[in-house]
C-alpha cells in the first residue's frame, strides 16, 4: 500500500527556521518531492530527492533518508509569505512519474 | 504562471450530471496528470497520459474518464456527480526524458485547477 505521513499543522515565527518531516511507506519508489501550495492556488516545485542526504536551495533544504522512509523540508529565514501547505510526494517505480501525495502540512507563520 | 491552463475556473452543478474539464500542457510537453484534491484529503492522482495513450491510473472511479487528442490537450469527463465529487481537479504537465532504458525524473507543472461544486 501507499502511505505518507506529514504533521497536520505547525506554526512557527517570523525570521525563524521550521523543519516539516514526512514519512512514508511506498510500493514503489523512485524519488521524493516537496511542493508549496497557497490556498486555492496550484502546487509549485520545491525540491527533489532521490538519493540520500541534503539537497540545498537557497532557504529552501530537503533532506533525504531512503533507509528510514523518511524526509523533511527545512525553511530558514521565515517569512509571512511561507505562510502555505506543504506536501510531500513519492514518485513512484516503473515507467510513470506520477506522484503519491501526503495530505500536507499547513504552515502558519506569525510575526 | 506555469504554462499549463485549465478551463473553466469554476463550475458548479447538480448531482447526476456530467461536466468536461480541460486542459492544455505546456508547449512541448507529452505527459498530462490529471489529480483530485478535496478538502479532506490530499491530492489524489487519478490518470496519466502521454501523447494520447493512457501511462498509469490511478483511483480513479469508474465514473470518470479521461483522454489525450493529438494536440496534447486533455480533457477529464466527470459523470453521474454526487456531491463527494465536489473538489478542485488539477492537471499538470512534463516532458519525459529517458536515460540508459530508464525515465528520468523531470518535474510536473500544475495547471491552475478547476474548482468543482455539486450541489
Known amino acids: 500500500g501507499q502511505n505518507i505521513d506529514q504533521p497536520t499543522e505547525m506554526t512557527a515565527t517570523e525570521g525563524a527556521i521550521v523543519q516539516i518531516n514526512c514519512t512514508y511507506q511506498?510500493?514503489?519508489?523512485?524519488?521524493l518531492f516537496w511542493y508549496q501550495q497557497h490556498a486555492g492556488e496550484a502546487p509549485t516545485f520545491l525540491s527533489y530527492n532521490v538519493l540520500d542526504g541534503l539537497e540545498e536551495k537557497g532557504r529552501f533544504s530537503s533532506f533525504l533518508s531512503r533507509s528510514k522512509g523518511y524526509s523533511y523540508l527545512l525553511l530558514k529565514e521565515l517569512q509571512m509569505k511561507d505562510s502555505a501547505s506543504y506536501l510531500c510526494a513519492v514518485r513512484d517505480y516503473g515507467a510513470t512519474n506520477k506522484l503519491i501525495f501526503g495530505t500536507g502540512t499547513l504552515l502558519a507563520v506569525q510575526p | 504562471d506555469s504554462g499549463v491552463t485549465q478551463t473553466p475556473k469554476h463550475l458548479i452543478t447538480a448531482t447526476g450530471q456530467r461536466v468536461t474539464l480541460r486542459c492544455s500542457p505546456r508547449s512541448g510537453d507529452l505527459s498530462v496528470y490529471w489529480y483530485q484534491q478535496s478538502l479532506d484529503q490530499g491530492l489524489q492522482f487519478l490518470i496519466q497520459?502521454?501523447?494520447?495513450?493512457?501511462?498509469a491510473k490511478g483511483n480513479i472511479l469508474e465514473r470518470f474518464s479521461a483522454q489525450q487528442f493529438p494536440d496534447l490537450h486533455s480533457e477529464l469527463n466527470l459523470s453521474s456527480l454526487e456531491l463527494g465529487d465536489s473538489a478542485l481537479y488539477f492537471c499538470a504537465s512534463s516532458v519525459e526524458r529517458w536515460e540508459a532504458g530508464a525515465l528520468q525524473y523531470n518535474e510536473q507543472f500544475f495547471g491552475p485547477g478547476t474548482r468543482l461544486t455539486v450541489l
Open positions: 497520459y502521454y501523447n494520447g495513450e493512457e501511462r
Open positions: 511506498t510500493s514503489g519508489f523512485n524519488g
